[in-house]
């Protein structure tokens, strides 16, 4: 069991799809997309890692925001190793601390098993900063190894896996041996569907919203599957920027998810999709609840 874990927009989601040649995991260059742990399953030859995509670490205000928060935490311990994964070409910054006051340092202390750190993004970055860089994470924390990597270009990426089956304990298989993902279609499909939200919609939009499917009914006479969402947003102000003109927008993301969602599973998906305000969800446990948090 491995843990990825980092602050928002580090690229942990980018690595499990391609370590696992798939993309099960969400992505978008908005901080905080994803918001619960997604596990990933690698089967190699001889071996089988389980992923655990977390939401990114830091600094949380509001309940939503602290439940990702304690996700990821919770990630760090327990685990046969921790990939703790940093943005190489953006320092730290006071945002990515847990607690006022605290320091970055407090993160890593929570970890109770070999630790590897990945210098992500270093296509973004003059190779001469690297050794520097490197130094000054060693001087942090005691990582089993500091590598850097490109999850986007899959750079550096076999040597991970290669430096894990070093530190990994020899355990059983959990999971068959052709799974990728313990998370069902309905959830990946709601995850997909918040995607094309945060990668199309600005400013708050994103942190507003939440995505459920209503029903998820499959017909395997025409191999096809209908489901129904609905996307929960904030304030009633939100929902005509999200619908756009003449409901271009909801069509946008619409069409946008309903592509992915065929390609995932394999099969003609008739999408639809609505719009609800519920009043500040992102503080409404129960909701939450609902969410799966
Ligand atoms: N240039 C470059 N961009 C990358 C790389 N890895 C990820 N990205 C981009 O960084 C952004 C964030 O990637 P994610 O994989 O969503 O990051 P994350 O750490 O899962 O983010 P959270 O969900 O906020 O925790 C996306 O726009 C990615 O395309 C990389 O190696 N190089």
């Not at 928060?69 to 046969?80: F, H, P, Q, Y």
Request: proline share 6%.
């Amino acid at each position: 069991m491995v843990a990825l874990v980092g602050p928002p927009n580090a690229g942990k989601s980018t690595l499990l799809n391609t370590m696992l040649g798939q993309k099960i995991s969400i992505v978008t260059p908005k901080p905080q997309t994803t918001r619960n742990r997604i596990v990933g399953v690698l089967n190699g030859p001889d071996y089988q890692i389980v992923f655990l995509d977390t939401p990114g670490l830091h600094r949380s205000s509001g309940l939503l925001n602290q439940e990702m928060v304690k996700i990821a935490m919770d990630s760090l311990k327990g685990m046969d190793a921790v990939l703790f994964m940093v943005d190489a070409s953006r320092p730290l910054t006071k945002a990515d601390r847990p607690e006022k006051g605290h320091q970055y340092l407090d993160y890593f202390n929570e970890i109770d098993c070999p630790a590897l750190l990945l210098l992500n993004k270093i296509d973004l970055i003059d190779r001469r900063q690297v050794l520097p860089l490197i130094d000054s994470y060693a001087a942090l924390y005691p990582f089993r190894a500091i590598m850097p990597v490109s999850a986007l270009r899959g750079e550096g990426v076999p040597e991970i896996i290669d430096q894990l089956l070093t530190v990994l304990p020899r355990g059983i298989r959990y999971f068959p041996e052709d799974s990728l993902t313990d998370a069902s279609e309905r959830f990946l499909a709601a995850e997909i569907i918040r995607e094309k939200v945060f990668l199309l919609t600005g400013q708050e939009i994103p942190y507003s919203s939440a995505v459920m499917i209503e029903s998820f009914k499959e017909d395997d006479e025409r191999n096809s599957v209908t489901i129904h969402a609905t996307i929960y947003l904030e304030r009633p102000s939100q929902k005509p920027i999200v619908i756009g003109k003449g409901g271009a927008k909801l069509k946008q993301i619409g069409i946008a998810a309903r592509k992915d969602i065929e390609e995932l599973i394999g099969r003609h998906v008739m999408l639809k999709l609505w719009i609800k305000i519920k009043k500040h969800w992102t503080r409404d446990e129960r909701f939450l609840k609902e969410l799966g948090f």
